[in-house]
């Protein structure tokens, strides 16, 4: 004996099933289109640099952008002049044309990148040139798992008079001797 089987029913189930799965899809995109919770945004380049924290983190400038020398700004890759970083290098900083200002320079996804506080935190005693750079907790979101340099300008709480130790969270510390503009690294000995 032959079972009839109801096909009447398998066509709507398959085509909910496609369009929860089209559902899905677009949330899982606009996810990763809408931001990645302070690190990154689309991509696309900031309308004007601010100096609040929030704006300061939230859209870096696409790769081969200058990074405006404003507290705040951000662009994915290394200032203007800077030469590749060398081999193991996690994080660095380097002096800029304003002597109120440094560049932070941090490794990560192109899509996520780890962008810094726009001001650093005076440490140690009055009159100690050293600072603490602050980065905001990530809060999720799709990243790439590419490996490239994102730059920051970072603010000083007052000048320095000499050399600069500049602490850079997790990543370590470097000093940044007095008139020199070139990049501190900080390597990884691992």
Do not use: K, N
Not at 26 to 34: D, T
Not at 50 to 66: H, L
Not at 113 to 128: I, K, Q, S
């Amino acid at each position: 004996m032959r079972h009839a089987r109801d096909t009447h029913g398998a066509a709507p189930v398959a085509r909910s099933a496609r369009g929860l799965a089209a559902v899905g899809l677009l949330v899982l995109l606009a996810a990763c289109s809408g931001g990645s919770g302070g690190y990154g945004g689309d991509g696309g380049p900031s309308a004007s640099p601010s100096t609040s924290p929030s704006a300061a983190t939230s859209e870096p400038a696409p790769s081969g952008s200058a990074v405006a020398l404003t507290a705040g700004s951000s662009v994915v890759g290394l200032p203007e002049g800077v030469a590749a970083p060398p081999e193991g290098a996690v994080a660095g900083a380097s002096r800029t044309a304003d002597p109120s200002l440094i560049y932070v320079i941090t490794f990560g996804s192109s899509t996520c990148p780890m962008v810094a506080d726009p001001d650093a935190v005076a440490t140690g005693a009055a009159g100690a040139d050293e600072v603490e750079i602050t980065f905001p907790e990530p809060t999720g979101g799709a990243c790439t798992a590419d490996y490239v340099p994102a730059t920051t300008v970072v603010a000083l709480p007052e000048e320095p008079t000499g050399d600069l130790r500049v602490l850079l969270g997790p990543a370590g510390d470097v000093t940044l001797p007095a008139g020199s503009d070139e990049v501190e690294w900080v390597i990884d000995q691992g």
